[in-house]
């Protein structure tokens, strides 16, 4: 199974950014899915999931708001609308899946058993 995310880049603050991440080789539309940053010098945290059918969603306070999470399971994919950027999202985000937890631990990276690569989010102010 591989998880690909792209669509970061260089935007000012108050901009919008939709990212993507595609899954392949696994059964996409049975997992639920997360997203994670890790901005420089922090620790990696929790962005946002969904459910395998999209219906139940979870936010960190940090983006409440102004990000979405959202899934297409026809084509595999899981996106992350961000808008309102701040600097403070400046970080990589990488998509996660979670196989076999339900959600139950959505805000723990380690209950998220596959990961893929991250792509570089950066707002100037």
């Known amino acids: 199974v591989q998880l690909q995310a792209y669509g970061g880049g260089l935007v000012q603050a108050g901009d919008s950014l939709r990212l993507s991440c595609v899954v392949s080789?696994?059964?996409?539309?049975?997992?639920?899915m997360g997203w994670f940053r890790q901005g420089p010098g922090k620790e990696r945290e929790f962005v946002a999931a969904?459910?395998?059918?999209?219906?139940?969603?979870y936010y960190a306070d940090s983006v409440k708001g102004r990000f979405t999470i959202s899934r297409d399971n026809a084509k595999n994919t899981v996106y992350l609308q961000m808008n309102s950027l701040k600097p403070e999202d400046t970080a990589v985000y990488c998509c996660?899946?979670?196989?076999?937890?339900?959600?139950?631990?959505?805000?723990?990276?380690?209950?998220?058993?596959?990961w893929g690569q991250g792509t570089q989010v950066t707002v100037s102010s």
């Open positions: 996660a899946a979670d196989v076999r937890y339900s959600l139950d631990y959505y805000s723990q990276a380690s209950f998220y058993e596959l």
């Open positions: 969904i459910s395998w059918n999209g219906k139940i969603t």
């Open positions: 080789g696994g059964t996409f539309s049975t997992y639920d």
